[in-house]
């Protein structure tokens, strides 16, 4: 990894693997809606066209069957696309083509499917019900799909080449709020950062806060104000929630003996329940309190800016949650 580098936005962070792999390897191809011409509902395929053509920078027709259809055909014969998706709520309609055949092809054939799902998720953005949603539970539940969740802009840099590098189908989800509001020093060389690797944000004694996306930088936040009241928050950024690193997880609890789960997931069937469980299995013995979840409600990620916040998990309610662990 060279040691040179610059500060960078996560949304560059991206734009920036994109380039350097297309650059390093013939196969990686992008197609999506509109990310030629226009360069992206985000731009995040900003200058792709203009550098690699239009054989490689694919604008597709407005159809997600059609996109993440083409990309497994692709994959299985030797290449490795890259499928934007416009916003991720509608990669719901290519679900079928996504959870049962490229998740299941290697243990159906033998033969992986080397394909990377990308594009903007999440809430923050004033978006509405369908450009908001965090959809990541329901693609967890798919063996042989990986699912990642960059937090920082060196992680959406790293984890998105480990990625396209990865010899199975990978769905790699963006944070839109996150896009030009991180920012953080990005080597300007090649990296990677492992899939299946969580990463101690900060750490703590007293209590354990389990997140990913932008809820890290919430838990951080709250952590901050929480250590000012004289409560010591570890903050463990799970990267990557398929494979789930369970080691780095285990080892946080044992360590604080307390445990929150946050995340902007819907809460019924979110991943927090799924991490809840795991713990309660496993880490039994270390708990000296309840495993709180912290989430979004049931229901749809509204419109209006005030419900919108409302809606979504921020530091006062991770601060709440905090304090009542705390005090078991």
């Excluded at 259809?69 to 998706?85: K, L, S, V």
């Excluded at 998105?160 to 709020?177: G, N, W």
């Amino acid at each position: 990894m060279s040691g040179d580098g610059a500060d960078l936005f996560y949304v560059e962070a991206i734009r920036q693997a994109l380039h350097q792999e297309m650059e390093r390897d013939e196969r990686v191809f992008v197609l999506g809606e509109d990310v030629g011409t226009y360069g992206g509902a985000f731009k995040v395929t900003d200058g792709l066209l203009a550098r690699f053509g239009e054989r490689r920078v694919i604008d597709t027709p407005v159809s997600e069957e059609a996109i993440v259809g083409a990309a497994i055909g692709a994959a299985i014969r030797g290449m490795r696309p890259i499928a934007e998706m416009q916003f991720i709520d509608f990669l719901a309609r290519a679900f079928d083509l996504l959870t049962n055949f490229a998740a299941k092809n290697r243990y159906r054939t033998g033969i992986g499917v080397p394909l990377v799902v990308r594009g903007p998720a999440g809430a923050g953005v004033h978006g509405g019900p369908f450009h908001s949603q965090s959809p990541e539970g329901y693609y967890m539940h798919a063996p042989g799909l990986k699912v990642v969740v960059p937090a920082t802009a060196y992680d959406a840099k790293g984890l998105l080449l480990a990625a396209i590098r990865d010899e199975d189908p990978v769905l790699y989800l963006e944070h839109k709020f996150l896009y030009r509001r991180v920012k953080d020093f990005v080597p300007s060389g090649d990296y990677t950062v492992p899939i299946g690797k969580a990463a101690v944000r900060r750490e703590g004694q007293d209590l354990t806060i389990v997140t990913w996306g932008a809820m890290v930088h919430i838990a951080l936040e709250a952590a901050g104000t929480l250590q000012r009241e004289g409560i010591d928050a570890e903050v463990v950024d799970l990267r990557t929630l398929v494979p789930l690193d369970e080691e780095t997880l285990l080892a946080s609890v044992a360590k604080t003996s307390k445990c929150m789960v946050l995340h902007e997931d819907t809460r019924t069937g979110g991943p927090g329940g799924e991490i809840a469980a795991t713990l309660a299995e496993k880490a039994f013995e270390y708990l000296d309190g309840p495993i709180l979840r912290v989430t979004a409600p049931d229901t749809p990620v509204p419109f209006a800016a005030p419900l919108e916040a409302a809606y979504l998990p921020n530091e006062a309610t991770v601060l709440a949650a905090a304090r009542r662990l705390a005090s078991y």
